[in-house]
């Protein structure tokens, strides 16, 4: 069974490359490195192009828009590696999310979404070493003025959820700093069940 990773963060946070840092720390080159990403235009071209050169060159890649977990479950028949860097949950939300058309029916989206999310929990589940998943906090922010922005905000709230309830750790980068989540819940949490309710 896999230790799973969650690394949290808003925009620029430094969520990736924290990321990157702790599975070279664990694996070395010994790295899948899982893109989500899909160049829809120059700007996300670009940005690929990007993160491509910030990772180091022997680590393997595959990149996959959408249904991550059944791709994972098929390379676990192929060379193994230790550690599974994937980046992003951001973007694979969002795919899943487009590719139900414009006028995304909630419910259908919803489904999509929430079939994704397990199919990539099963799958890392399964997987023998570290699973590392990036993703974006977008829910501390405005709220999105479009019903599609509100819609994603919240699936992408939800799989955020699904994802750390799972996980092993989980961090929030602040300003390039991680915060490690699953000790301080579990800190208040003990905290809590030494209160004395007066009756």
Partial sequence: MAHIALILG???????RFAQDLAQKMSGDDVL???????????MSRRIQIHRTSRPA????????????????????GPHHRTVLIDCLTLLVSNVLLSCG????????????????RELLAACEQ??????IVSG??????VPESA?????????????QAVAARSNATY????????????????????????????
């Fill in 102 to 117: 414009d006028q995304a029916d909630p419910i259908l989206a919803e489904q999509r979404v929430d079939a994704e999310i």
């Fill in 172 to 199: 929030l980068m602040v300003a390039g700093l991680p915060i490690e989540l699953k000790s301080l819940a579990n800190c208040v949490e003990q905290a809590a069940s030494k209160i004395e309710i007066p009756r």
């Fill in 33 to 43: 490195f899982v893109a989500t990403a899909a160049a829809g235009d120059a700007e």
């Fill in 148 to 160: 599609l922005g509100r819609q994603y905000r919240d699936l992408l709230g939800w799989a955020n």
């Fill in 137 to 142: 906090e977008v829910g501390l922010g405005v």
């Fill in 127 to 132: 997987w023998q070493g570290t699973v590392i």
């Fill in 10 to 16: 808003g925009v620029r946070s430094g969520k990736s």
């Fill in 58 to 77: 022997a680590w393997s890649t595959l990149e996959v828009a959408q249904n991550v977990g059944a791709s994972l479950q098929l390379r676990q028949s």
